[in-house]
C-alpha cells in the first residue's frame, strides 16, 4: 500500500486519491469551433510518461485538488502542492 502526501492533510492512504488528469494540458478555446477529436484528446489522450509526470489528484476526504509529481516506474512521490491560492484580503 502506498501513501501519497494531501498538501492539507498529510500523508494518507492512496485509496483515498483519485487521479484526475495530467497536468499541462489546455483547455480548447470554446469561443472557437472545436472539433471532436481536439475534445476526446483533451478529455481522454493521456502522454503516460515513463518516469517523472506531473499529474492533478483529488484527495476525496478533504475534496481538495492538488499537483503531484511522481515517478511512474519507481513510484516514488516528489512533490505535492495545492493549486489552488490562499486567500489574502
Ligand atoms: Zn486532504
Known amino acids: 500500500m502506498q501513501r501519497f502526501p494531501c498538501p492539507f492533510c498529510g ?3 492512496e485509496r483515498e ?11 480548447p478555446d470554446t469561443t472557437q469551433d ?3 477529436t481536439e475534445w476526446r484528446d483533451y478529455l481522454y489522450a493521456q502522454a503516460n510518461p ?18 503531484m509529481k ?3 516506474v519507481t513510484m516514488e512521490v516528489l512533490s505535492s502542492r495545492a493549486l489552488r491560492k490562499e486567500h489574502t484580503p
Open 11 to 13: 500523508l494518507r492512504d
Open 17 to 27: 486519491f483519485h487521479f484526475s488528469a495530467e497536468a499541462g494540458k489546455t483547455r
Open 34 to 36: 472545436v472539433s471532436e
Open 70 to 72: 511522481r515517478n511512474t
Open 50 to 67: 515513463v518516469g517523472v509526470s506531473e499529474e492533478i489528484w483529488v484527495h476525496i476526504p478533504c475534496r481538495e485538488v492538488f499537483l
